[in-house]
């Protein structure tokens, strides 16, 4: 139980942070539908994801373990199925320019919207896991 709370708080402040720094990801009846899209997340990362791992074990035993961003693209998308209100449209990062570095902006529409958001929750959901540690 503990350690679906915890992945329930950081995937739902993962999600907020992620939906507030770029554009397309949508939660139509504001934070309930938040609150809802980051419980389905944290199940899906409990439930869903192992069972996904384990069928796409051979491609990522050939990629040494690079396609598990497949397995949270498939996970996100699923959570989008069953979740009324949550929306992803795409993904749009305005870009980021400072005095020392530049970073481009980014536009993607369909499975690699999926793929850039779920690539970035699970860099996100990382770090923040390995604060709280």
């Known amino acids: 139980m503990k350690k679906i709370l915890r ?5 739902t402040l993962c999600l907020y942070i992620i939906a507030s720094s770029s554009q397309g990801i949508i939660f139509e009846n504001g934070i309930q539908t938040l609150f809802l ?22 491609i990522n035993l050939i990629t040494f ?8 693209a498939i996970g996100l998308y699923l959570v989008t199925l069953v979740i009324p ?4 449209q795409g993904f749009t990062f305005p870009g980021y320019s400072s005095l020392w570095f530049d970073i481009p902006g980014v536009s993607l529409e369909g499975i690699l919207a999926f793929v ?6 699970s860099l996100l959901s990382a770090v923040i896991t390995w604060l709280i540690k």
């Open 37 to 58: 899209a980051g419980l389905g997340l944290s199940l899906s990362s409990v439930v869903v994801r192992p069972i996904i791992n384990i069928l796409l074990l051979p």
């Open 7 to 11: 992945f329930f708080v950081v995937d």
């Open 65 to 72: 373990n690079l396609f598990k961003w497949g397995s949270a």
């Open 85 to 88: 209100g949550f929306l992803v």
């Open 116 to 121: 850039a958001i779920s690539f970035l929750l």
